[in-house]
């Protein structure tokens, strides 16, 4: 350290309120919703409307139409990622997380009966050419992260 001093410390006050704070929970943040759901890394999304709300509370005036057609334009999806509960994340960050999850997933004992359901085709890998044609520019055909 220059000058022999150690960093300082932050409360646990400090440390709560910085950690809410990039977590866009203190005020309501000037961020499109593609741009707050990216900061995140994605928002819990069990429930149809559970990943609104979270948008809805941390967004200066999100507007729900625009939230919505992140789905429809499939620049965000519903998908399972961290600890297999389902999220909400950006189509880059599905693409990006997926594979890094995927050991995880395939121990589970659902893992097997989703691979029937797509026919054999459970791994991201297999649908990243889809995903990266949602995303035109933000994803290279064939990469994998």
């Not at 069990?46 to 999100?62: D, E, F, K, N």
């Not at 085709?121 to 992260?145: K, L, N, Q, S, T």
């Amino acid at each position: 350290m220059p000058g022999g001093r150690l960093p300082r410390t932050l409360s646990r006050r400090a440390l709560n309120r910085a950690t809410l704070d990039r977590q866009l929970l203190l005020r309501r943040a000037e961020l499109s919703a593609l741009r707050a759901t990216e900061h995140l890394v994605g928002l819990q999304a069990q429930t149809p409307h559970t990943w609104y709300v979270g948008l809805w509370s941390r967004i200066a005036g999100c507007d729900t139409m625009a939230v919505a057609e992140l789905l429809t334009s499939r620049a965000a999806v519903r998908i399972a990622l961290m600890r297999s509960t389902i999220h909400f994340v950006s189509a880059a960050d599905a693409l990006a997380l997926r594979p890094l999850v995927q050991p995880v997933g395939a121990e589970q004992p659902d893992h097997a009966r989703a691979t029937r359901a797509l026919g054999g085709r459970a791994d991201a890998g297999d649908h990243a050419g889809d995903a990266g044609a949602a995303v035109p520019g933000r994803v290279r055909p064939g990469h994998r992260p």
